[in-house]
């Protein structure tokens, strides 16, 4: 019992929150709002509300628009020059993860010169030290899926080279977020439980990575809870508020996972895929390689009382082996539909798994040190071969 805390957002959760936005200390005078280049964040009302809640607290704004569902390097350069030409002292992030990361990324570059990849770590960055704060973010999610809210990280892709990298560290933390769970009422189903699975992911890499602790454990087994019970119904009625309400709540716990734990190789792999297909949604290539993934650590015996744990929290009130979590797993992939997912759809072809697990280890390869026991690139490679349709 000896750990240090630290995830200093100041969290508005539940429904009708984003109303109080204008109530609060918002931190600068102008704001980037950074939303996607889809339709739904303007169609649904989302963008008119936050411009009301702005124009009430005496907030100006400029709108970029052009972040896409796997948000690229040039678009967080252009959003900074923007944000730097427009004299915005501050930036928000709306819609779903890649936004808020996306504004998170922006965020830095608006207050630093130099290209972003500069500070990336892992494949072609160059690891520098970040010179100086990154403006005041404000997030505002429209899914559960990331946690991103409440956590420092951003995933951002370099398109030229297709490497996709998360960065982050105690300066990319939101100071206030929002999360209310009306926004997430039109979802469509196969994007709610992509994205359901995504917040999953995040709290059962915690609980069994290397880095797990107390206050992670508290975070995890409850989303882990949450997301069992409430994201088939999320999915198969998403006008449904409470199941609503709980999966956005075990999004944001598993964004605390992320801030005080963290993932482990199955993001790495996952990023792997997606970086060299954009179309793949991340939660839906996290979906595809979870059985797999997760087998293989229920067969290595390195973490059996963990996947336990995760099996009961997932329903399984008698679990007893580690392979009851993988079972668990996969009974929840076909109660939200998302259990026949193809590799093969998204232009993935297996002669080439090789170059997504080399591209793992070369862009995100930090992640296999806290693993549970080593994955080795032969371990890597089994696990996608198993996982291909």
Not at 59 to 85: C, Q, R, W
Not at 198 to 215: P, Q, R
Not at 219 to 225: D, G, N, Q, R, V
Not at 231 to 240: Q, R
């Amino acid at each position: 019992m000896n750990f240090n805390y630290h995830i200093p957002t100041k969290l508005l959760f539940g429904k009708g929150q984003l109303n109080n936005l204008h109530l609060e200390k918002l931190p600068g005078k102008k704001a980037l709002i950074v939303i996607s280049s889809g339709k739904s964040i303007r169609s649904n009302g989302y963008l008119e509300r936050l411009e009301k809640e702005l124009n009430l607290a005496g907030i100006s704004y400029t709108v970029f628009d052009k972040i896409l569902p796997n948000p690229i390097k040039s678009h967080v350069m252009e959003g900074a020059a923007i944000a730097k030409e427009s004299g915005c002292d501050f930036v928000i992030g709306l819609g779903g993860g890649s936004s808020i990361d996306s504004a998170k990324s922006i965020a830095v570059m608006a207050a630093n010169e130099g290209d972003y990849w500069d500070y990336i770590f892992g494949g072609s960055g160059k690891g520098l030290p970040v010179p100086n704060s990154p403006l005041p973010i404000v997030a505002i999610t429209t899914t559960a899926g990331t946690g991103t809210e409440v956590d420092p990280w951003t995933v951002i892709t370099k398109e030229d080279t297709e490497e996709k990298i998360g960065f982050g560290y105690e300066k990319t933390f939101p100071v206030l977020s929002v999360v209310d769970p009306e926004l997430m009422l039109t979802v469509p189903p196969h994007l709610t439980a992509y994205q359901g699975f995504d917040a999953l992911f995040h709290s059962t890499e915690g609980y069994i990575n290397k880095t797990a602790y107390v206050m992670s454990d508290l975070y995890a087994l409850k989303a882990i809870e949450l997301i069992g019970r409430s994201l088939p119904t999320a999915v198969n009625n998403g006008s449904d508020e409470t199941a609503r309400e709980e999966v956005a709540l075990a999004n944001t716990l598993s964004g605390m996972v992320e801030s005080t734990s963290g993932c482990t190789s199955e993001h790495s792999l996952e990023h792997a895929l997606s970086a060299y297909h954009p179309s793949l949604p991340h939660g839906a290539g996290l979906i595809m390689i979870s059985r797999a993934y997760y087998t293989h650590f229920a067969k290595a015996g390195c973490c059996d009382s963990r996947l336990i744990d995760m099996a009961k929290a997932l329903g399984v009130k008698d679990a007893r082996e580690p392979m009851d979590f993988v079972n668990a797993l996969v009974k929840l992939q076909k109660a939200c539909g998302v259990d026949e997912l193809k590799m093969s759809d998204y232009g993935i072809e297996k002669e080439e798994l090789t170059k997504y697990v080399d591209k793992a280890y070369e862009t995100m390869g930090g992640l296999f040190e806290v693993d549970p026991a080593p994955l080795s690139r032969e371990d890597c490679l089994l696990i996608l071969k198993d996982s291909y349709r």
